[in-house]
T-cell receptor, first 111, second 116 residues
C-alpha cells in the first residue's frame, strides 16, 4: 500500500528565500507524480506534473524533481513571495491515475 | 475553458438524511475521480470513472455511498443515509484521456459536507 510522507509539515520563511519541500513515497512503482497547492477553503491547483520517465519539471519559479528508485520528490521554490503561502501537496499517480496524497506542507512566507 | 465544477459548495444536513453532490468535469475529460478529506486526515481516493463506467471503486467507504456518471458527462455522489462520520470535504477531479492513464488531474473547489 502506497504511503506518502511530506517533510516538513509546516515551514515559515522570510520573503525572498529559496526553499525545498520534500516528499517521499513507499512504493517506487509509480507512474507520474503531481504537485499541488491548496489555499484555505479552496480546491487543489495543479502546479507540476512529472511523468515517470522524467527526472524534473520546471514552471516559472518552481522546479520539481523525481527519483523513483529512492521514492523521493522535491519541490524547489525560488525567491519565495507572500503569495506562495499555501499548503503544498505531493501525489504519486497509481496505475489507474488515482492520486495518493500525503498530509502536505503548510508554507508561510512572511513579508 | 471552464474547470471542474462542483455543486453545492457547502451542505449541512441532519444525520439520516440524503445528500447528492454533483461534479461537472472539464469538457472532453474521460476520467473522473472522487476524493474525500475528513477532518485532520489526508485526501483519500473514493472512486474512478472512465466515461460512464466505474473503473475502480475500492475507496468507497460503504454501501451508503452511490456514485453515477450517466452518459459519461457529469457525475453525482449520493450519501444515503448520511452519518456523522461522513462529514468532510468531497473533491472531484478529471483528467483527459482514458487511453493514456496518467495525465494531469484537475480538481474542483470541493463540497464541504457537514452532518449534524
Amino acid at each position: 500500500k502506497q504511503e506518502v510522507t511530506q517533510i516538513p509539515a509546516a515551514l515559515s520563511v522570510p520573503e525572498g528565500e529559496n526553499l525545498v519541500l520534500n516528499c517521499s513515497f513507499t512504493d517506487s512503482a509509480i507512474y507520474n507524480l503531481q504537485w499541488f497547492r491548496q489555499d484555505p477553503g479552496k480546491g487543489l491547483t495543479s502546479l507540476l506534473l512529472i511523468q515517470s520517465s522524467q527526472r524534473e519539471q520546471t514552471s516559472g519559479r518552481l522546479n520539481a524533481s523525481l527519483d523513483k528508485s529512492s521514492g523521493r520528490s522535491t519541490l524547489y521554490i525560488a525567491a519565495s513571495q507572500p503569495g506562495d503561502s499555501a499548503t503544498y501537496l505531493c501525489a504519486p499517480h497509481g496505475s489507474q491515475g488515482n492520486l495518493i496524497f500525503g498530509k502536505g506542507t503548510k508554507l508561510s512566507v512572511k513579508p | 475553458e471552464a474547470g471542474v465544477t462542483q455543486f453545492p459548495s457547502h451542505s449541512v444536513i441532519e444525520k439520516g438524511q440524503t445528500v447528492t453532490l454533483r461534479c461537472d468535469p472539464i469538457s472532453g475529460h474521460d476520467n473522473l475521480y472522487w476524493y474525500r478529506r475528513v477532518m485532520g486526515k489526508e485526501i483519500k481516493f473514493l472512486l474512478h470513472f472512465v466515461k460512464e463506467s466505474k473503473q475502480d471503486e475500492s475507496g468507497m467507504p460503504n454501501n451508503r455511498f452511490l456514485a453515477e456518471r450517466t452518459g459519461g458527462t457529469y457525475s453525482t455522489l449520493k450519501v444515503q443515509p448520511a452519518e456523522l462520520e461522513d462529514s468532510g470535504v468531497y473533491f472531484c477531479a478529471s483528467s483527459q484521456d482514458a487511453t493514456v492513464k496518467n495525465t494531469e488531474a484537475f480538481f474542483g473547489q470541493g463540497t464541504r459536507l457537514t452532518v449534524v
